[in-house]
């Protein structure tokens, strides 16, 4: 999966910016990235949300286990790879269907969120349980919503393109061609919430999160870290 945003929907995190003015290397604009996805995966499918914000999939070469899915309600965008282990319990407590899937229930977790204030942001994904990384768009507000599971058993990273655009990819190779050394792994059991404005772990909120400079030989040009004791936060 992938998903470009203009600086318009986000900045640019300083620490991806900093990596690559540390290492200069080859970047591709995200237009040119997002058109390599498409051409390289058969039966890809891509939606522009407005002129800011574009949306690829395709379940060519998923795992079974871990597949790939889109959807789409009251402008709120989704993409969702992984599975939910308490995905029954999860549809029972937001009043879905027996039919909903994981990427339905998270946009309806982030309408619980934008819709129930006060409702703590580390709560969407806090009360998931299993293996999954998504993003939401939610156009109404244009506010993006990204996040990885507690262990990291999706691959989700993160980095900047020639033109300024931040990409999302569950492909580390495919953002490596289009952004150089200003790309990072996103960090297992974090957020993202350009409505929060910073990046947070869900289990420890208020702990702070720092980049550290990753080695030349790596394909990082940053690694972030969640910092001082792990302290699990109350999601019920």
């Known amino acids: 999966m992938l998903g470009v945003f203009s600086s318009s929907i986000m900045s640019p995190p300083d620490e991806l910016v900093a990596a690559g003015c540390r290492t200069p290397s080859p970047k591709i604009t995200a237009e040119a990235l997002m058109n390599r996805f498409i051409q390289g995966n058969p ?127 569950d492909d580390a190779e495919l953002l490596k061609g289009a952004c150089g050394k200003s790309l990072a792994s996103f960090p297992q059991g974090c957020f993202f919430s350009t409505a929060v404005g910073e990046l947070r772990s869900f289990e420890n909120p208020k702990n702070k999160i720092t980049a550290v400079p990753a080695p030349d030989e790596e394909i990082w040009g940053a690694t972030f870290k969640v910092e001082g004791p792990a302290v699990l936060a109350a999601t019920k």
Not at 114 to 121: I, K, L, M, N, S
Not at 126 to 138: P, T
């Open 43 to 169: 039966s890809a499918v891509s939606v522009h949300v407005g002129d800011h914000v574009q949306l690829a999939y395709t379940h060519h070469n998923e795992s079974p286990l871990l597949p790939r899915s889109f959807a789409v309600k009251d402008e709120i965008f989704s993409l969702f790879e992984g599975a939910l282990d308490n995905l029954g319990s999860l549809r029972q407590q937001y009043g879905l269907a027996k039919s909903a899937n994981e990427v339905v229930l998270v946009i309806e977790a982030y309408k619980a969120l934008r819709d129930r204030a006060p409702y703590p942001p580390n709560h969407v994904v806090g009360h998931l349980s299993g293996s999954f990384a998504f993003i939401v768009f939610d156009k109404s507000t244009s506010t993006l919503f990204v996040a990885s599971d507690q262990f990291g058993k999706v691959p989700l990273s993160w980095g900047i393109t020639a033109d300024g655009y931040v990409a999302f990819a």
